[in-house]
């Protein structure tokens, strides 16, 4: 049962334009979500983070929207850099009651290439 | 400051042995957790450890076990390798149990 899904496994874009990677999530119950940007023989680094009680979270070029009706995140890039590239992974955790635990349950990952 | 460090880089085992991978969490994180990635797929979390006890676990057999010390560095143990194990293991450190989470480079493991 995939709970996380990124249903575009790549995504190619020109230098300075905007990329868009989507995630869907099946669990309502997810409160927190993150985006994590992996470069090849690296871990995932922390990109951007947005918890449910908000819509809209904006760090620099990167912005995390949250469509929690439709149980579906994305996350923009603007301006897109040929530095961008790497795969993109959106996770998702819950806090269960109050004995919260950060199990993250992740997508399958979206490859973005910018090109310049 | 540093940050999460994971030893060893690369490790080759064959079908039925055992092996130690190890965590240094990022300074001051009292909470670690441990990930398996498969080739092609995001990491599926295996379990957490917060203050030495374990505090969460995914789907993952009894042969994965794990202990974290009292500096907060962690170990992962996996028994009985089969060849399935095979994978990208990842450590994750936060302040606390339900915090963002920052990753190591990890351990890839092949099994043969």
């Known amino acids: 049962d995939q709970q996380v899904k990124q249903n575009s496994p790549s995504l190619s874009v020109q230098e300075g334009r905007i990329s868009i990677l989507n995630c869907d999530y099946t669990?309502?119950?997810?409160?927190?979500f993150l985006w994590y940007k992996k470069y090849p023989a690296e871990g995932p680094t922390f990109l951007i983070s947005i918890s449910s009680i908000k819509d809209k979270n904006e760090d620099g070029r990167f912005t995390v929207f949250l469509n929690k009706s439709a149980k579906h995140l994305s996350l923009h890039i603007v301006p897109s850099q040929p530095g961008d590239s790497a795969v993109y992974f959106c996770a998702a955790s819950l806090n269960a009651g109050g004995t919260s635990y950060g199990k993250l349950t992740f997508g399958q990952g979206t490859i973005l290439t910018v090109h310049p | 400051e540093t940050g999460v460090t994971q030893s060893p880089t690369h490790l080759i085992k064959t079908r039925g042995q055992q092996v130690t991978l190890r965590c240094s969490s990022q300074?001051?994180?009292?909470?670690v957790s441990w990930y398996q990635q498969a080739l092609g797929q995001g990491p599926q979390f295996i379990f957490q450890y917060y203050r030495e006890e374990e505090n969460g676990r995914g789907n993952f057999p009894p042969r994965f076990s794990g202990l974290q010390f009292p500096n907060y560095s962690s170990e992962l143990n996996v028994n009985a390798l089969e060849l399935d194990d095979s994978a990208l293991y990842l450590c994750?450190?936060?302040?606390?149990?339900?915090?963002?989470?920052?990753f190591g480079p990890g351990t890839r493991l092949t099994v043969l």
């Open positions: 669990n309502s119950m997810f409160d927190y």
């Open positions: 994750a450190s936060s302040l606390v149990s339900a915090d963002t989470q920052y």
């Open positions: 300074s001051g994180h009292n909470t």
